[in-house]
């Protein structure tokens, strides 16, 4: 396993280790080779619903990344472990790849949707199609609201886009990350009136509370 993970960094080449910050002067990873060896799949999971890495440790800084710049390369990197999440937890190949919005107004202001890069990225890497099923209604920062407000809130965040059709496929639902699983679940929720034969959910960093 530690062998995939070198080869799946082994492309990407910044200056210093993005979680030790130590500057590298023989390897050009995203992270050196100490941090690198931190680098260990969560074993959280609920259902079809589950985390690649724990909150703390390399995999969250590489997300802090990804949220902070949209980094493409980052993105593709991710991706990579959440192909190797997925495939120990021996779930089926998916028909399509989607991902949980962010409302319009949160986007328009970084410039890019963290959840949609990695679902790009693991649509190639699936070599399976990308399509935006759900749309999300403004609502305000998950990791600031009370876990009942926002579990109520969340009832009229998200909906099904119309003239989509996903009867009878195998979903992917990529997000980032997961603080709790009201949104996930509620995403989920709003997929099944398009009757698909299963839904599963995949984020990089989160837990199951």
Same mark, same amino acid.
């Given at each position: 396993?530690?062998?995939l993970?070198?080869s799946?960094l082994?492309?990407?080449?910044?200056p210093?280790c993005h979680?030790c910050q130590?500057?590298q002067?023989?390897?050009?990873?995203?992270?050196c080779?100490?941090?690198?060896?931190?680098l260990?799949?969560s074993q959280?999971?609920?259902?079809r619903?589950?985390?690649?890495?724990? =909150?703390?440790?390399?995999g969250s800084?590489?997300l802090?990344?990804?949220r902070?710049k949209?980094?493409?390369?980052? &993105?593709?990197?991710?991706?990579s472990f959440?192909l190797?999440? =997925?495939d120990?937890?021996g =779930?089926?190949?998916p028909d399509?790849?989607?991902y949980v919005?962010?409302?319009?107004?949160?986007?328009?202001?970084?410039?890019?949707?963290?959840?949609?890069?990695l679902a790009k &990225?693991?649509?190639r890497l699936f070599?399976?199609?990308?399509?935006?099923?759900?749309q999300?209604?403004?609502q305000?920062?998950?990791l600031n609201?009370?876990n009942?407000r926002q579990?109520?809130?969340?009832?009229?965040?998200?909906?099904?886009k119309?003239?989509?059709n996903?009867?009878?496929?195998v979903?992917?639902?990529i997000?980032?990350?997961?603080?709790t699983r009201?949104t996930?679940?509620?995403?989920?929720?709003v997929?099944m009136?398009?009757f698909?034969?299963?839904?599963?959910?995949l984020?990089v960093?989160g837990?199951?509370d």
């Amino acid at each position: 396993m530690q062998k995939l993970f070198h080869s799946i960094l082994a492309f990407l080449y910044p200056p210093f280790c993005h979680h030790c910050q130590l500057p590298q002067e023989i390897s050009k990873h995203l992270l050196c080779e100490e941090c690198l060896q931190l680098l260990q799949l969560s074993q959280e999971r609920v259902g079809r619903i589950a985390t690649t890495f724990e =909150w703390d440790g390399p995999g969250s800084t590489l997300l802090h990344h990804l949220r902070k710049k949209g980094d493409e390369h980052v &993105a593709e990197a991710l991706a990579s472990f959440l192909l190797v999440r =997925w495939d120990s937890l021996g =779930w089926p190949i998916p028909d399509i790849v989607t991902y949980v919005p962010s409302p319009w107004l949160r986007s328009f202001d970084r410039g890019f949707t963290p959840s949609l890069l990695l679902a790009k &990225a693991m649509a190639r890497l699936f070599c399976k199609p990308l399509h935006s099923l759900l749309q999300c209604s403004y609502q305000p920062p998950q990791l600031n609201m009370r876990n009942l407000r926002q579990k109520k809130h969340l009832l009229h965040s998200f909906s099904l886009k119309k003239n989509k059709n996903i009867e009878g496929k195998v979903v992917l639902l990529i997000d980032d990350f997961i603080k709790t699983r009201h949104t996930m679940n509620q995403c989920v929720e709003v997929l099944m009136p398009g009757f698909p034969k299963e839904v599963y959910g995949l984020t990089v960093c989160g837990t199951m509370d």
